[in-house]
Structure formats: structure tokens, C-alpha cells
């Protein structure tokens, strides 16, 4: 039996959605069961009818709304030192992250609550089994990565992972099943991120059953409201953690706490950092780091016109070739203000054209052979304007960055596998092994080292150094925790 004030919140809902031009949402209500209804009376709940209207009247009218360029200039980055960055700024930079690390100040974020549609794998992007010889889930590499950070500065991390509304139940059960990879379950943090409706092309919310609105995740800057909302903020507060080191769920070469990165950060007061790689070639699809009237911003590859993608300098070198790698740090304050939307700091959406799965006027099961509707996004980077003395500092892609996204191809899992064999083998080689390889790093045969024996190549080293009999480098060979 539904009460009355049940029943007063929910004629109240549906007069809004039909006042608001969204009626179509309850067009089957009266078909749906007691369960049903109520489900969907909470999926409608969610969506704020005014942003909605906002979005569409923003977003749809202008087909892909044009992003300004005015003042664009290449931002400044703070060069390694094998590229003529200053080697005493790096080696204090390294000491103030370490102290940070030591005090307990840092955090470790991830993003993981994509659909992960162009890998086409069954399941959350994170269980998707990654290394070249354990095949360790990219969950695990990071764990521990994070534990032997843990270890080295004497301080375990805490670790907050965001979901989807799709993928939350079955991430937790992932990491309870593996017993959450050596980690203490109480440093492990979930929550999930928002959600928002797809519209169709004229902004009417489109139905994915006669039960269900087509919603879709709010996109990874929805992390910054998720992050407030969920408590995780308040949680870093009691724990005296200030900085948050954000990743993709998908990069299992990312170095999870990076001590210089968090130390350029800390010494200059940043509110939010980013790593650059230069880009590989002109039209490499990443985000390019410039400049906007003092501001920092990132412009995506598709919004930056050909012509300034490859404009060169006078030595011949790409102007914009500052590449995002989507890794940052972030404060928590910083991050409080724009989740609050504090003195007019707020992230704008987005909108991406989809094949949305819907329903016809009959109720019945549509799938569109082309784009039929919008989803809308936040991007974390849109933070970066914002945000008071944010630093640049550039890393090395062979040391942080070979994400999974395509199923084949470019950035695949076969690409990536061979990444972290480069890597294994360049640490290797710094630890005097015998170690062929063809004439781009990659090994002869398939090993795998555990971060738990080395992470970088000073670790890794380290490491080789204290096994009483190194071993020889050979098919399948596991280099495990030594602990
Ligand atoms: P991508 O842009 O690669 O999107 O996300 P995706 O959804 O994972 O994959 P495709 O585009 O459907 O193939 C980059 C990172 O941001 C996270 C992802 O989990 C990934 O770590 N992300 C993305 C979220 O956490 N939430 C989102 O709404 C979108």
C-alpha cells in the first residue's frame, strides 16, 4: 500500500516532469508493477528537471557548441631533467613529496566508472586482467603499487575508488573476493558517481525500457561532486589528508604516487597539477595543456584545429606539445569549492553523440544504427582554470602511461602488455641482467615483476641486488614480493 505522502511526492514528481515538456517518462507508468513504479519514480527523482533544460538549451542548439580559442598559447611545463629541466628543482621536488608521503598528507584516487564501451569487455574496466604473465587484474597492479608506497614511506594509503551505478556491487565484490589484493579493507574507499539522462536531439529524456530512464554516468569530473558528496572529503579531513592523486582505472603504467610530482606540487602551492607527455606525433588524440588569459586550460584534440596541431616552432618542434595523460593531484579544499560550486568555480558538461538504446512510442525495444541522442560529461580538467598556481611537469610515457581503451590496435591490451614488458626489461637491464631485446625495448621472452619487488627502476634494482642468486631472465619468470 503506497501512503499518502507517498503518494503526494509522487503526483507532485510526475506533474513536474510533465510541466517541464518530459512527460514521455511516465507515458507506461500505469503498465508498471508496485516495484517498478517505484524504481522509476527514484531514477526520475535524480534528474534536475532545470539543468536539463539548461543543457539542452546550451548544448543541443548550437550542434557541439564551439569552444573558444581566443589567446590560446602553449602552456609552460616543467621539463625533465635529461630535457633541460633543472636537476636541484626535481631533487627538492622529490624531497618535499617524500615528507608528504611521510606525514600522511596523500591520498590515492581512481576514476572507474566508465562504460569502457570500446574495450568491449564484460565486467568493471578494473578486473580486466592486464600483465603479461599473471595476468593481475589492473585492481591488483595498483593495490599494490599502493601498498609498496605504503611501505616505502612508512604510511599506508588510503585509496578511494569511484563507480559507476552500474559497475559499484559488482567492484566491491571483486576486491572482497581477492581479499582486496594484501590491502587493509578499511583503506579502501567506494562510492559512487552521478548520474545524468540522455536526451534526444530536440532535449526530450529518452527511455531505455518503459521502467527505466536512460541514464549514464556524469562523466570523470562528476568525481569532484561524487568525492564531497559521498563523505570521502570528510574522511580525508579526519585523516589529515590533503592531496589527492587521481588515475584512470586504465593505465596500469601509472606511477599511482609519484613523490616528485606530489613535491612540485606542495612547493609551489598548487590546487591542482597535471602531468604532460610530449606528444608522440601532431594529431595524437590526447587534451593539449595551453594557456587562456592566465589561465591553464586543456583543449581537446577534436576542438583544436588541424593547422594549430601542427604548427611548429622554429627549431621544428610542436608548439602545442604538451599531451594530458588525464593523471592530477588535487587538493582538498580545491576540490570542496568546485563540488560546491563556491564564487562561480563549477565544472560545464559536455556532450557526446551516442547510439542510445531506447524504446518507440509502443513501448518497444529500439537500437539505433546511428547516434539518436546526447549523454552529457564533465571533464576533470575543466577544474584546472580554477584552480590557483596549478603546475605542469612533464613524465615520461614509457614510465606512466600506456592505458587500455581499444579491444585492438592502438592503446589495446596487446600494446600495453608490451609496455609493461619494456619497462620490466629497461629495469633489468639498469640491474645488469642479460636481457635481448628487439630494436624497440621489447624482450625476447615474458616476464612480469610484481610491484612488491620493484615499481621503478631504483626499487627494482634495489631489489635484484639483495636475491642472493639473480636469476636468468626467462619465459613466464615471476619476480614476486620479497618480503
Ligand atoms: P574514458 O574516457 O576512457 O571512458 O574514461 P570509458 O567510459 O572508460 O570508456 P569508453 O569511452 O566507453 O570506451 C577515462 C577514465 O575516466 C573514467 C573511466 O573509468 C576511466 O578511468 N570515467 C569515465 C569515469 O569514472 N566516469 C565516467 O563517467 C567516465
Known amino acids: 500500500m ?14 513536474k516532469f510533465h510541466q517541464a515538456g518530459q512527460g514521455q517518462v511516465f507515458a507506461f507508468f500505469d503498465q508498471l508493477d508496485e516495484t517498478a513504479r517505484a524504481q522509476l519514480l527514484a531514477e526520475a527523482a535524480e534528474i534536475d528537471l532545470a539543468e536539463v533544460r539548461r543543457l539542452t538549451e546550451t548544448l543541443l542548439g548550437t550542434h557541439g ?12 611545463y616543467e621539463r625533465l631533467p635529461e630535457h633541460g629541466g633543472e636537476t636541484l628543482a626535481w631533487a627538492q621536488a622529490q624531497a618535499a613529496g617524500e615528507a608528504a608521503l611521510r606525514a600522511g598528507r596523500v591520498a590515492a584516487f581512481t576514476v572507474a566508472g566508465g562504460q569502457g564501451t570500446r574495450l568491449g569487455y564484460d565486467g568493471p574496466k578494473g578486473t580486466f586482467p592486464v600483465t603479461p604473465v599473471k595476468l593481475k587484474p589492473l585492481f591488483q597492479v595498483f593495490a599494490e603499487k599502493l601498498i609498496a608506497a605504503g611501505r616505502r614511506y612508512g604510511r599506508p594509503l588510503h585509496w578511494f575508488i569511484m563507480t559507476s551505478h552500474q559497475n559499484h556491487a559488482a567492484t566491491e565484490a571483486f576486491f572482497a573476493e581477492h581479499g582486496f589484493f594484501g590491502m587493509d579493507p578499511a583503506q579502501a574507499h567506494f562510492f559512487r558517481q552521478g548520474r545524468m539522462p540522455a536526451v534526444d536531439f530536440t532535449g526530450k529524456i529518452l527511455m531505455e525500457s518503459p521502467g527505466h530512464i536512460a541514464m549514464s554516468p556524469d562523466g570523470h569530473g562528476g568525481s569532484l561532486r561524487a568525492l ?3 563523505g570521502a572529503l570528510d574522511l580525508m579531513a579526519q585523516e589529515g589528508i590533503d592531496i589527492l592523486s587521481y588515475f584512470q582505472v586504465d593505465n596500469p603504467l601509472v606511477r599511482c604516487i609519484d613523490p616528485a610530482f606530489i613535491g612540485w606540487h606542495v612547493l609551489r602551492g598548487s590546487e591542482m597539477s597535471s602531468k604532460m607527455v610530449p606528444k608522440s606525433h601532431a594529431g595524437e588524440k590526447v587534451g593539449h595543456f595551453c594557456e587562456q588569459r592566465g589561465k591553464l586550460v586543456v583543449v581537446e584534440y577534436s576542438d583544436l584545429p588541424k593547422v594549430m596541431q601542427e604548427e611548429a616552432d622554429e627549431a621544428g618542434h610542436l608548439r602545442y606539445l604538451a599531451g594530458s595523460i ?61 584552480a590557483k598556481n596549478p603546475v605542469v611537469i612533464e613524465t615520461a610515457r614509457c614510465d606512466d602511461f600506456s592505458p587500455v581503451k581499444n579491444a585492438e590496435g592502438s592503446d589495446s591490451p596487446q600494446t600495453c602488455r ?57 619465459e613466464e619468470l615471476y619476480l614476486s614480493d620479497r618480503t
Open 2 to 15: 503506497i501512503g499518502g505522502r507517498v503518494l503526494i511526492f509522487m503526483h507532485a514528481l510526475i506533474q
Open 65 to 76: 557548441a564551439s569552444v573558444d580559442l581566443t589567446d590560446l598559447q602553449p602552456a609552460d
Open 228 to 230: 564531497d558528496r559521498s
Open 326 to 386: 588525464a593523471i592530477h593531484l588535487l587538493d582538498r579544499d580545491f576540490i570542496r569549492r568546485m563540488a560546491r560550486g563556491a564564487d562561480g568555480a563549477a565544472l560545464g558538461f559536455h556532450r557526446a553523440d551516442k547510439k542510445i538504446p531506447t524504446i518507440d512510442a509502443s513501448g518497444a525495444p529500439v537500437k539505433p544504427e546511428k547516434a539518436n541522442g546526447v549523454k552529457f560529461e564533465m571533464f576533470v580538467f575543466d577544474a584546472l582554470p580554477f
Open 418 to 474: 608490451e609496455d609493461q614488458l619494456r619497462q620490466f626489461a629497461r629495469w633489468a637491464r639498469a640491474a645488469g641482467a642479460v636481457m635481448p631485446t628487439d630494436s624497440t625495448g621489447l624482450p625476447a621472452v615474458s616476464f612480469e615483476v610484481s610491484p612488491l619487488f620493484g615499481d621503478d627502476t631504483t626499487s627494482f634494482v634495489a631489489s635484484w641486488k639483495m636475491l642472493s642468486s639473480p636469476p636468468v631472465i626467462s
